[in-house]
């Protein structure tokens, strides 16, 4: 079970205005808080805040996140080293058949670095990249589809210096 609280309060006395902060804080297991708001492309400002995580930032990052997370575990076992691993992951927003808005695509764009004696060839990182998007939990529970299209042209691979 995953759990996380969820905390507004309301600071207006226009509140049936619409005329009230969409500000709230999000907590997770462990102490974690995080600032969280309605994205300044929805809720225009001051009612939202711009330095807060809205939650289609966070959709957002959380495909990339459990991508990533599957792609490292995957990658061990197959003793490759992996260094480093960015992403710039990009949601869209489309409409359904019923007109409603929703994020209709994230394209994860990872980079990522291996090092060690055991380099993986490009196939061996698409194929890693394609195994850990058949796994990731939240990609296998949404309509959204997801895109990964990895930077192999600068997939680094760096030797293991011998010992001198």
Not at 81 to 95: N, T
Request: aromatic content about 10%; charged content about 20%; some cysteine.
């Amino acid at each position: 079970m995953y759990q996380a609280e969820v905390v507004w309060k309301n600071d207006s006395d226009k509140f049936t205005l619409g005329r009230y902060s969409r500000a709230h804080l999000w907590r997770f297991d462990g102490g974690v808080e995080v600032q969280a708001s309605a994205s300044p492309q929805v809720v225009p400002l001051p009612f939202s805040t711009e330095r807060a995580v809205d939650p289609e930032e966070a959709f957002v990052a959380a495909l990339s996140s459990c991508h990533m997370l599957w792609f490292l575990s995957l990658a061990a076992k197959r003793g490759f080293l992996v260094e480093s691993y960015l992403d710039r992951a990009i949601g869209e927003l489309g409409k359904d058949e019923e007109g409603r808005t929703y994020i209709a695509r994230v394209t994860l764009h990872p980079e990522v670095c291996f090092n060690g004696p055991l380099a993986p060839a490009v196939d061996d990182v698409k194929a890693l990249h394609e195994a850990a998007h058949g796994q990731c939990f939240i990609a296998n529970s949404v309509k959204t589809e997801v895109l990964c299209n990895p930077r192999l042209q600068s997939t680094l691979i760096r030797p293991v210096s011998s010992p001198s």
